[in-house]
């Protein structure tokens, strides 16, 4: 699988410009905190609604939104929202009723779908999950899209530190982050990427200071020839080609 990266953007705490992320790259920390730019393009009705996560996703995607309706777009993330979920486990502990608007905004799917409703766009959509294996198995996805004749794809990725009680669980750093690319197939003179798998897990050492998540962005970010990633389900190849 080959693609290229057309326009990309990121969003984290104490990272709020393109020179910044690129700076960061180069000696990458772990972002703290969730302050993130407030979600300006979106209408305030709709914005009113969004998580901090859903502003780490959306902040990106806004800056990366095709000129043209109908591109189709990728929303990919390990774990989604795990705080309103969490939350409507205590109200039917507690006896409450559910609130049918926290349960429309906490599947996995919704992000991207506030995203859709305010830009009116009804182009194609997924929203993936695939643990350790996210990223790669959106890039999958979009490099398919890309072969049955889509011009670009719309490619998202966000995350955020596990509900409390869930923490138990996490497998790696966690932070408030969100990236996204738009990808194309490969055009000369560009940088081209590609990701292979293997097919079966060998193994292999995860960073000790970033998820998986941003490590994909600071490979792209700092222009390193290849990026090894130990999955669930195969092992993973990134390389940059020029």
Known sequence: M????????????QLDTQQAWQAWSLAPWLPVGDELPTLAAMAPMLRRRITALGRAALHPAYACQPNVDGIPAVFASRHGDTQRPLQMLGDIANGEPLSP????????????A???IDRGDPG???AL????????????EACGLLADGEPEV????????LAAPYAIFADEPECL??????????????PVFS????GQVIGGAASATLPHGLEVLRFMLAGEPALNHAGERANWEWRRHG
């Open 2 to 13: 080959e693609f290229g990266i057309r326009t990309w953007a990121a969003c984290a705490a």
């Open 124 to 126: 194609n959509q997924q």
């Open 177 to 190: 982050f969100g990236w996204a690319w738009r990808v194309g197939k490969p055009q000369a003179g560009q």
């Open 154 to 161: 719309l490619l998202v990725y966000y995350e955020a530190p």
């Open 195 to 198: 990701l292979a798998s293997s």
């Open 129 to 140: 999950a695939a643990g350790r294996d996210t990223v790669e198995a959106a890039v999958v």
């Open 114 to 116: 506030l995203y859709s």
């Open 101 to 112: 608007t926290a349960f429309g905004l906490s599947v996995h799917n919704a992000t991207g």
